[in-house]
């Protein structure tokens, strides 16, 4: 062997996944390997169109660039580029911009067919690469958003039309004329009370014979679904979905109606594959058809996740499908033993709160019920909460190890009994009132009475601006370990023949504790991270770049999560197991910096916060 073809073993066996062939085909690799040198004068005879490769940089440094400008990422020494193309067929039309000249080597095509064919792992490797293309594609998204990304505030093209609930069924029916539009919302004092559509009109009207002169408060369809202009066409798709509605109202930030969105509105953006899915599950006439859809979903989620930009939208999606199964099992319920005895909430937490679900997500869920209640009623909800969590369960949302579902009658209390609870964690912060708030505090609800909801967690929200409630949080927050050690280093855990670290133990959670706090003290109710980082914008205790790195770093951390999971090879690898050997060195020096922004902000809530002890 000679010196040079040392040198290019010698550098491939310390390079994923190249360092993973055996000796045979690393030979192949070896030998089958053309360098070419990489300036700015040539660079566009380097990626051409008619030439798909595999290219590996050896030294050197450039940025790759889409066909709009758009910057991709910095391609250094180590890492590889050119893959798509070749696994998918799809046209080249990616640039290279030169920032320091150097050197490049190159497969073909059929020298990269047959490595893939000769070894699993390296096949397996660039199969899991090519649906990892995190912050990458995440730069991309502000030219090529996703139609189910895109703000309800974007797409709303005219005020709402509007009538109080003391008109006429007669003056509501001229004015839908006039306006020519199909549905009105019924307002009062800036409040939404109700909603009217021709549907109404024609059952509760024409149909049943009703004098046009009743008011239309008779006739219209009260506290209906809802969604806000932050939210996203997706968000309202599955809200329209799980209801079976064709008309919903847009409310703005402080809650007063902004528009209506339309099932026509939706079809306009585009249609949808996951509305189906949502459908399907919506329809299910019983509990055995429920489960049987449910069995469905890893099996569209992976093959959903090939062909979405953003595959954070995987973990909304999830979150969606389990909002659904969990109102369709309440119906259920509803249809054996009667509707509910007294106003009450279903209460999502945790993961399934924040809209951040995976395919590993078990349950976290609890009932808030009217402070009325009678005993006797209680037992009608003991059973409902044990139907719905067996259900779920039974559909794949595994249960609690933990117990924190609302079959654990702990988990079912009054609004003062959530308000004692709260308290008691508020004023004895001790290690475990902590850990037990982190959940709760991340609360939605999915199901029941929303203005019992929304009282219960504005109240809520008060009693945590406590500064020494929030100095210990700081505190406990201080404590978590982030795997990365001196030097740079990953701490990896060791469990077997694997050696992982826990993204969502040692990073994901961390992150969203702090985000947790610092939306606790300013009293913010909205569950999701991201959106608690939006609000928090422009507030004196976390700067705008604080906030832009926070959001970056839980954004790329999620989805690098949901792809490992996605494409998953070993079942005995823990579900939040990531092995740092099996990233590209651009997603390493990615993750590390990740956790280098949840150390710094972990140092800064002890700064902010740790005053108050």
């Given amino acids: 062997m000679t010196s040079d073809s040392q040198d290019i073993r010698s550098f491939l066996q310390q390079t994923p996944p190249f360092d993973g062939l055996e000796p045979d085909v690393l030979k ?84 990269f067919d047959e490595l893939r064919r000769r070894s699993q792992s390296f096949e397996r490797y660039f199969m899991t690469a090519h649906g990892q293309r995190l912050l990458a594609e995440r730069s991309g998204r502000a030219t090529g958003l996703d139609w189910t990304e895109k703000s309800l505030a974007s797409i709303i093209n005219r005020a709402p039309v509007a009538i109080g609930s003391d008109a006429s069924i007669r003056e509501a029916a001229i004015t839908m004329s006039q306006e020519r539009v199909s549905c009105l919302l019924v307002v009062d004092d800036d409040q939404l009370r109700g909603i009217l559509t021709d549907r109404d009109l024609r059952n509760r009207v024409v149909a049943a014979g009703l004098s046009t002169e009743v008011a239309v408060a008779a006739v219209m369809t009260p506290m209906p679904a809802v969604v806000h202009a932050r939210e996203s066409l997706f968000d309202a798709l599955t809200a329209m979905s799980q209801t079976n509605i064709h008309h919903l109202p847009v409310l703005d930030e402080h809650d007063r109606p902004a528009g209506v969105i339309t099932a026509t509105d939706l079809m306009q953006q585009q249609r949808s594959e ?46 969606s499908l389990t909002d659904g199964m969990t109102k369709k099992l309440i119906r259920l319920y509803e249809q054996e033993h009667g509707s509910a005895p007294c106003a009450y909430v279903w209460l999502a937490f945790g993961s399934q709160a924040r809209g951040d679900q995976t395919l590993g997500s078990d349950q976290d869920n609890g009932l808030l019920l009217a402070d009325s209640i009678t005993d006797g009623q209680r037992q009608w909800f003991a059973g409902m909460a044990t139907f719905v969590c067996e259900g ?31 308290q008691k964690w508020i004023r004895s912060p001790t290690p475990k009132a902590i850990m037990h708030s982190m959940i709760f505090f991340d609360s939605r609800a999915v199901a029941g009475n929303t203005s019992l909801y929304r009282s219960h967690r504005e109240r809520v929200a008060k009693l945590a601006q406590r500064d020494m409630f929030l100095g210990n949080i700081a505190r406990h927050i201080g404590e978590l370990s982030v795997p990365l050690g001196l030097f740079n280093r990953f701490r990896t855990k060791s469990e077997g023949e694997f050696e992982y670290i826990d ?58 999560r949901l792809n490992i999971q996605m494409y998953r090879q070993h079942e005995a690898i823990p579900a939040n197991a990531i092995d740092p050997e099996t990233l590209s060195m651009l997603q390493r020096r990615q993750l590390k910096a990740a956790f280098r922004v949840i150390k710094d902000a972990q140092h800064g809530v002890a700064f902010k916060f740790g005053r108050n002890m």
């Avoid at 990489?38 to 566009?44: G, H, I, K, L, S």
């Avoid at 429920?290 to 939208?313: C, H, N």
């Avoid at 779920?392 to 308000?419: S, V």
């Fill in 503 to 560: 993204i969502k133990k040692q990073a994901i959670a961390i992150l969203n504790d702090i985000v947790r706090l610092y939306a606790l003290a300013k009293g913010l109710t909205v569950p999701s991270t991201p959106e608690r980082l939006a609000q928090l914008r422009g507030h004196s205790s976390l700067s705008d770049k604080d906030n832009t790195n926070l959001l970056e770093a839980w954004q790329f951390l999620t989805q690098l």
């Fill in 392 to 422: 779920l369960a039974d559909c794949g949302i595994r249960l609690c190890p933990g117990d924190i579902m609302a079959m654990n009658p702990t988990w079912q209390k009054t609004a003062l009994e959530w308000d004692d609870q709260f």
């Fill in 274 to 319: 996951p509305v189906l899915l949502i459908n399907a599950l919506f329809k299910a006439p019983d509990r055995e058809s429920l489960v049987q859809e449910a069995k469905k979903i890893p099996d569209y989620l992976r093959s959903f996740a090939s062909r979405v930009k953003d595959i954070g939208t995987i973990g909304r999606l999830l979150t």
């Fill in 28 to 111: 192949l690799a070896t030998d089958k390997m053309q360098a070419m040198y990489v300036c700015q004068a040539n660079r566009d005879e380097i990626i051409r169109a008619d030439r798909p490769m595999l290219y590996l940089v050896r030294s050197g440094a450039s940025d790759l660039i889409d066909k709009d400008g758009q910057h991709i990422e910095r391609l250094e020494p180590g890492d590889l580029f050119g893959y798509p193309s070749l696994l998918t067929g799809r046209p080249i039309t990616n640039k290279l911009q030169v920032i320091a000249d150097g050197i490049v080597w190159t497969w073909s095509a059929d020298v």
